[in-house]
């Protein structure tokens, strides 16, 4: 259930003290895009094979979809000055 996986979330945040500002969630769904919103957490997608990025693109900004997991690297990079080693 949607409401149960953001009342986990939820949970996790108050549980581990983390400021939903400062965290990322990477999901591979709208439901985990609604998730992170319902949190105020910002998210990316990525295109996993569950659902497309076609259907994405009328509720997320073109620049939190990704077309894999390697692109995450330049995201962190932007959005929190990390330095991600390796590839």
Do not use: Y
């Not at 996986?5 to 591979?28: E, F, R, W, Y």
């Amino acid at each position: 259930r949607a409401d149960s996986k953001s009342q986990s979330l939820k949970g996790m945040l108050n549980t581990h003290s983390i400021n939903p500002k400062t965290a990322l969630i990477v999901g591979d769904t709208l439901h985990d895009h609604e998730v992170a919103q319902e949190n105020g957490i910002d998210c990316v997608l990525i295109e996993a094979g569950h659902q497309s990025k076609e259907q994405w693109k009328a509720l997320v900004e073109p620049h939190k979809i990704l077309n894999s997991i390697s692109e995450l690297k330049s995201v962190l990079s932007i959005a929190f000055g990390l330095s991600c080693k390796g590839s």
